[in-house]
């Protein structure tokens, strides 16, 4: 085929397909403006359906906002009393707090005044027992309260003074015939010692004890001055009497055995107190059985005065009788005597003269 056959039939192709591009576009235009135009009949729709609810949600919003304004303004009154109970509240608290500040500040200052008084009493307690003598009058006081809270004041004496030897023990009980010798013993540094440095004192704590318990026996142990044949060994604090029951060594054994050996028993403020409360007992019964002693001394010399008085009595009987007797008689002759007179007051002679009036044992 000619180039020009190929240049006409590619011309007619060209023209063809320029028709249809131009009638494709015709159509899409069309379409185009028919899109455009529902575009904007929807646009539009939807425009006044937008613009009805924003109304509608405006009033909505309006209205709930008034609702919120009124819910607001109410609670802010709420809350502006509540504040103000609060306020109120708080200043009462403050003033209760502050009230209670105040007291608790002045029981502190009592607290501290009875802390600095103990303080000062605990020196002085160091100080009273920090010697040797000031324990030893310690000793003696409490033993000597002991005594008179126990016993009667004849029962006891204190700082009482030996005539063989001169020796003077703390006190001494009287029972009976007897007297019960009684020494305080302190034994406080040794006994300080052993709590501070333990079983390592021990030693010299049982030491000491052990030359007390033989100071008492050989000094207040006195058959010949009327004493028991043992004697009291007075430790006025618990604890070392705690350790004197628990102290033991290898050499003497336990250290309460080693004084009952020697016939010195250790008493503590609480067992002294029931050994003098026995031994109170023991003068009551002293003084029942004395008591009763007198009262059948005074029956038997009752008894004594009531058969004297019955002889008396029956004497006194026997002149009763008599007298009752004579008495009789001498009634019988005076009624006799008194007819006689009114028989002669009416002129009559009486039958036979009147007997003269004699006692009765004369006839």
């Known amino acids: 085929m000619s180039p020009v056959v190929w240049m006409v039939v590619g011309l007619a192709a060209i023209a063809l397909t320029a028709i249809m591009v131009w009638s494709s576009a015709r159509r899409s235009d069309a379409q185009l403006s028919a899109v455009r135009q529902e575009m904007q009949n929807s646009l539009s729709n939807q425009g006044q359906s937008v613009n ?41 608290q403050l003033q209760s707090s502050s009230e209670a500040i105040r007291k608790i500040s002045m029981q502190l200052a009592e607290v501290q005044l009875a802390g600095q008084e103990m303080s000062k009493s605990t020196q002085t307690l160091q100080n009273v027992l920090g010697g040797a003598k000031t324990r030893g009058i310690l000793g003696e006081v409490v033993l000597e309260r002991l005594l008179q809270d126990a016993l009667p004041r004849s029962a006891y004496e204190t700082q009482y003074r030996f005539d063989s030897t001169g020796a003077i023990v703390d006190a001494i009980v009287r029972i009976g015939d007897l007297i019960l010798s009684v020494d305080s013993k302190f034994p406080l540094d040794a006994y300080r010692r052993l709590m501070e440095t333990g079983e390592t004192s021990r030693r010299e704590f049982s030491v000491a004890v052990r030359k007390h318990a033989d100071s008492i ?33 290898s050499k003497y054994g336990q250290l309460d055995e080693y004084c009952r050996a020697k016939r010195v028993f250790p008493v503590s403020p609480n067992t002294f107190y029931a050994c003098l409360s026995a031994v109170a007992i023991s003068l009551q019964g002293q003084k029942i059985e ?7 001394a005074g029956m038997a010399g009752l008894k004594k005065q009531f058969e004297s008085f019955a002889d008396v009595y029956e004497k006194l009987g026997t002149h009763l009788r008599h007298a009752q007797q004579s008495y009789e008689d001498a009634d019988s002759r005076l009624t006799r005597a008194r007819n006689s007179l009114e028989q002669m007051a009416q002129g009559a002679l009486p039958e036979a003269s009147p007997k003269m009036l004699t006692p009765a044992g004369d006839e």
């Open 290 to 296: 004395e008591n009763t002693r007198h009262l059948l």
């Open 217 to 249: 026996a050989e000094k207040y142990i006195l058959q010949d001055e009327h004493t028991f044949d043992y004697a009291l060994m007075f430790v006025p604090s618990e604890g070392v009497y705690y350790e004197l029951l628990m102290t033991q060594d």
């Open 52 to 92: 009805a609810q924003i109304n509608h949600l405006m009033q909505s919003v309006t209205t709930q906002l008034g609702q919120v304004r009124q819910e607001l303004q109410s609670g802010v009154a709420s809350s502006g009393k509540l504040a103000s109970d609060a306020q109120i509240a708080m200043a009462q």
